[in-house]
Nanobody
Framework: QVQLVESGGGLVQSGGSLRLSCVAS????????MGWYRQAPGKQRELVAR????????NYADSVKGRFTVSRDNAKNTVFLQMSSLKPEDTAVYFC?????????WGQGTQVTVSS
């Protein structure tokens, strides 16, 4: 089992920045990728950014390319999402996600609200 705990959400003005953190615990050795998804009211959950641990490749949603960066601190079992130039349309609940060969795990989510 893998447990994920997100933090760092909040209220920010348009153009501002936030950094989300996701700490993984449990069977972390089994994780092969981690990422961030978001879900706005009335919309489907969508991929924001993802990192594959073997090789370190990353991929981003087109809407956040150049503004968001996903990174990892191995020593702290933590994945970050640095968000810059935030827009009101970035407002959503952001979920941390971890994948193993057999299962996908989710955090509880953290709210990000961008005011115009």
């Amino acid at each position: 089992q893998v447990q994920l705990v997100e933090s760092g959400g909040g209220l920010v003005q348009s153009g501002g920045s936030l950094r989300l953190s996701c700490v993984a615990s449990g069977s972390i050795f089994s994780i092969n990728a981690m990422g961030w998804y978001r879900q706005a009211p009335g919309k489907q959950r969508e991929l924001v950014a993802r990192m594959v641990f073997n090789g370190g490749s990353t991929n981003y949603a087109d809407s956040v390319k150049g503004r968001f960066t996903v990174s990892r601190d191995n020593a702290k079992n933590t994945v970050f999402l640095q968000m810059s130039s935030l827009k009101p349309e970035d407002t959503a609940v952001y979920f941390c996600n971890a994948g193993t060969l057999y299962k996908v795990y989710w955090g509880q989510g953290t709210q990000v609200t961008v005011s115009s």
